[in-house]
């Protein structure tokens, strides 16, 4: 076992997780929208999802592999875009970018990372793509698709589903709004995780490095006003466009939802979608990413690569999804969970929590190879159909 028998679920990881970082950096990890009805409708509809084993054949050896844009990866699930990842454990987007490179899977990481991009790019030289929130500055935005293609990011991921910030309302009775101002109450949370407390003092409060060059200050109390008007309110098929001319490599949009959007995408030259509800922190209406999934016409599978993410946490469900049709799937919390529980190894547990579940539960159902999970694998009975 290459992981923590005392943690040996993401479960687990985000149990620990929550005793080790203060009550804000929990609340903003893991709160969603309104009555967080999307939030858990992610993971029942994934719970609802159930495959049917097939017994009498060899399962000794199983190839996890799953080829996405002409890279061969170890695994079928990758890391999600978390901003403020450092928020979570001092340095850890870099271990993260570590992790994923040395684990050989795709490791997204985000335009509101506090790690300047071109370090990432450098830990995870073979594995990393880099997530664009587009700014409403058109020359913010070639320089930011510049800067990630000159630091050797693999491929970019336009993310859509932000037309307009969200209000949590988590967040918001927590103080975590912009201009952040540092209240007795973040005080009295920060003084309850002294470990937290003391590496994040000497590590540094976390900025926005990958905007400092756009901003007179890139840290987090004096940037309010300058991203209340940095995101583009709205992504446009014209937007869209342009971002195809300026990107060569893979291009991935993510946040769609529904076919008539995948198609228009396909339509302009995107490579791949992720199919997503920002972790049901944008629309309490909208639907699970897996129910997404099940509503898209099968032909749009064979015009680009579909992945999803949002409420996975477990081997199984990255199975799940698979049988569903998915080529791969992505997840944010999982590994800010194992970075606030176990800190610097923390990834490597979490990825190896996920490779031990994956191949167990190929082996479960009778199949060798990940790639080779269909939809014949899935049991379909009147109340999940
Ligand atoms: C705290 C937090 C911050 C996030 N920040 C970003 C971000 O900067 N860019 C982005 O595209 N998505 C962001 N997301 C969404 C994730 O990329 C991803 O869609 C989601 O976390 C997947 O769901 P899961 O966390 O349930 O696995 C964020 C999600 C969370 C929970």
């Known amino acids: 076992m290459n992981y923590n028998p005392a943690m040996p679920s993401i479960a687990d990881m985000a149990a620990k997780a929550r005793k080790r970082i203060p009550a804000f950096a929990v609340d903003y990890l893991e709160s969603g929208i309104g009555g967080e009805f999307c939030l858990r409708r992610n993971r029942g509809d994934l719970d609802n999802v159930i495959l049917w084993p097939r017994y009498l054949c060899d399962v000794g050896t199983v190839n996890t592999h799953c080829r996405l844009f002409d890279h061969d990866y170890d695994l079928g699930i990758g890391v999600s875009p978390v901003g403020l990842g450092n928020m979570m454990w001092p340095n850890g987007e870099s271990r993260l970018a570590r992790a994923a490179q040395a684990a050989n899977i795709p490791y997204i990481y985000s335009t509101m990372g506090t790690t300047a991009l071109e370090d990432i790019a450098a830990n995870a030289p073979d594995v990393g793509w880099f997530q664009l929130y587009v700014p409403r500055d058109r020359a913010i935005m070639r320089d930011l698709i510049e800067r990630a293609g000159r630091a ?165 469900d990255v199975v799940r999804a698979r049988a569903l049709g998915a080529s791969a799937v992505f997840s944010g919390r999982s590994f800010m969970y194992a970075l606030a529980a176990a800190g610097a190894d923390g990834p490597r547990q979490a990825i190896e929590i996920f490779r031990d579940e994956i191949t167990r539960t190929l082996q479960q159902l009778g199949c060798t190879e990940f790639e080779a999970m269909s939809a014949d694998y899935r049991l379909q009975t009147t109340d999940n159909r």
């Open 152 to 316: 050797g990011f693999k491929a970019l991921v336009v993310t859509v589903d932000i037309p307009v910030g969200a209000k949590r309302d988590r967040e918001l009775k927590n103080g975590l709004i912009l201009p952040f101002r540092i209240t007795p109450r973040l005080v009295a949370q920060v003084i309850r995780r002294p470990l937290w407390a003391l590496l994040t003092l000497r590590h540094g409060m976390p900025r926005f490095m990958n905007l400092m060059p756009y901003s007179d200050s890139g840290d987090i109390k004096h940037l309010g006003e300058f991203l209340t008007q940095f995101f583009c309110p709205g992504v446009s098929i014209e937007r869209l466009q342009e971002i195809r001319s300026l990107w060569q490599g893979p291009l991935i949009i993510k946040g769609l939802q529904r076919g008539s959007d995948i198609s228009a995408a396909a339509d302009l030259g995107a490579d791949g979608v992720i199919l997503s509800n920002h972790a049901g922190r944008q629309l309490d209406a909208a639907p699970s990413s897996i129910a997404a999934l099940q509503a898209l016409p099968s032909s749009l599978r064979e015009r680009m690569t579909v992945m999803l993410d949002s409420g996975i946490r477990s081997g199984l």
